[in-house]
Every structure is written in structure tokens, then in C-alpha cells.
């Protein structure tokens, strides 16, 4: 006689190997780019309002991938930026096979479990939002799901949270408290990062120019999503993007 209760447990079984599965890697994956851009799925902002209201996980992350992004970022806090894990769900169903940046404000394990779960490779930690204590816990705890971490910087007083040994570290041109942006930001703090780390530069980039410039003072990543979500298609908008790198 056919179990339906073995068949259940054999099925989730499934479900949470996922949890423990290799990833693609960021950290690699911007390492071999020549772009290393993050292309952002992101909707809606809380200074902007709605981007693109209408905006499909499962049409624009795949377009992302097939234009040349060489990872992607996808915004899941719902109430600010109107976004939804089940975003990353959809956009690896669609085949998107590329790096997912896990994008929200991560402040308890429990949602590093819902990273991994939805299908990302890597998750947002920002060092405004913890204590170094608390931010290390959180490290050690997503790199034990087999997720990576992407710590974010803004202010010269935070660049201590680095020795966390983060897989990457980025640098927020955004004030998260203000909303001001300014891309001078990643310039001024470059420097003071460890030699040997990845560097990410978030936030305001709109010039294929600052691009160059920003990877000439050491970047290997930049998160771009405004730029290309506000256009009638952000891939093309990226494939445009790209073309002007070269």
C-alpha cells in the first residue's frame, strides 16, 4: 500500500536540501567579471516610491542574466521597498542561475534560514543596522547555510566591522538615515579597506564612467538597480550599460 506520509517526509527532504546546497558564489563570480555589475531587481524605494510597480520576478532577473549581469540582487522587505522572498523563488524558477544577493535588512537568523530556502547565494549585512558582536554572529551563522556575506559601510567609523572577514565588502553611497547619495563616498573609503578585499560600490552609479573609475580605484562589484529598473526595460538598459564599458 502506497505511504503518502513517506512520500511527504521524502518531498521535504528535497525542499531542504536547498538549504545546504552549493551556491554560486558572488565573491567569484565578480572576481571573473569584466563588468561586475549587480543588476537590482528592486520596485519600489522609500525616498522614490514605486520604480516599477508592475515589475515581474520572472521576466526581469532572467533578462538581467542574459544581458551580461554578472550577479543579481534582489530587494525582499515588502513594507518599505515593496518586495517578497518568493521574488527569488520566481527569478531561479525562471532559470536564473547567476549569484542572488538575499537584499533586506537582516538582523536575526531567522532570516538567513529564509535566504537560503528562497534560493539566494548571498545575503545584505549592514553594519548601521548591528553591533560587531551581533554582525559576526550573523556571519558565522550564514556561512554556515552555505550563504556569503555582503557587509555593508557607509561611515568611516564602521570600516572596523571589515575585520569580520566579511566574503565581501561593500561601500553604501546611500545615507541610509538622509537617503542622500553621493559616489564619492566609495572613493573617499576605498582605501581604507583591507587590501585583499572584495569591494562592492552601492548605490547612485548611472555613468558606465564611474564605472571605470571606481574599478580603477579597486572596486570588483557594482550594485546598479534605479538606473536600469526605471526604464520601460531594465535588461536592454543594462545590455546598453555594458556596452559602453567596453
Known amino acids: 500500500?502506497?505511504?503518502?506520509?513517506?512520500?511527504?517526509?521524502?518531498?521535504?527532504?528535497?525542499e531542504l536540501e536547498v538549504v545546504?546546497?552549493?551556491?554560486?558564489?558572488?565573491?567569484?563570480?565578480?572576481?571573473?567579471?569584466?563588468?561586475?555589475?549587480?543588476?537590482?531587481?528592486?520596485?519600489?524605494?522609500?525616498s522614490k516610491g514605486w520604480i516599477k510597480e508592475d515589475g515581474r520576478a520572472d521576466i526581469i532577473p532572467l533578462s538581467y542574466q542574459q544581458n551580461g549581469a554578472a550577479a543579481l540582487s534582489i530587494l525582499t522587505d515588502e513594507h518599505f521597498f515593496g518586495g517578497?522572498?518568493?521574488?527569488?523563488?520566481?527569478?531561479?524558477?525562471s532559470g536564473v542561475t547567476i549569484p542572488v544577493l538575499y537584499k533586506n535588512f537582516v538582523i536575526d537568523e531567522a532570516q538567513l534560514y529564509a535566504a537560503a530556502l528562497c534560493?539566494?547565494?548571498?545575503v545584505l549585512l549592514i553594519a548601521a543596522c548591528l553591533t560587531k558582536a551581533r554582525c559576526k554572529e550573523l556571519i558565522d551563522k550564514a556561512h554556515d547555510l552555505g550563504l556569503e556575506v555582503l557587509l555593508e559601510m557607509h561611515a568611516e567609523h564602521e570600516l572596523e566591522y571589515a575585520a569580520l572577514e566579511p566574503d565581501l565588502c561593500g561601500i553604501n553611497n546611500r545615507n541610509l538615515g538622509s537617503f542622500v547619495t553621493d559616489v564619492e563616498n566609495s572613493f573617499h573609503l576605498a582605501e581604507r579597506l583591507p587590501m585583499?578585499?572584495?569591494?562592492?560600490?552601492?548605490?547612485g552609479i548611472s555613468d558606465p564612467a564611474t564605472v571605470k573609475a571606481l574599478r580603477a580605484a579597486g572596486f570588483r562589484g557594482f550594485l546598479i538597480g534605479e538606473n536600469f529598473m526605471k526604464t520601460s526595460n531594465p535588461g536592454l538598459a543594462l545590455n546598453s550599460f555594458i556596452s559602453q564599458l567596453k
Do not use: N, Y
Not at 22 to 33: C, F, Q, T
Not at 85 to 92: L, Q, S
Open 196 to 203: 585583499d578585499a572584495v569591494k562592492v560600490s552601492e548605490s
Open 1 to 14: 500500500m502506497h505511504d503518502i506520509l513517506q512520500e511527504i517526509i521524502a518531498h521535504k527532504e528535497k
Open 119 to 122: 534560493g539566494a547565494s548571498a
Open 84 to 93: 517578497s522572498d518568493d521574488f527569488i523563488r520566481t527569478a531561479r524558477r
Open 20 to 46: 545546504f546546497a552549493k551556491k554560486p558564489s558572488l565573491r567569484e563570480a565578480l572576481l571573473g567579471s569584466e563588468t561586475g555589475i549587480i543588476a537590482e531587481f528592486k520596485r519600489r524605494s522609500p
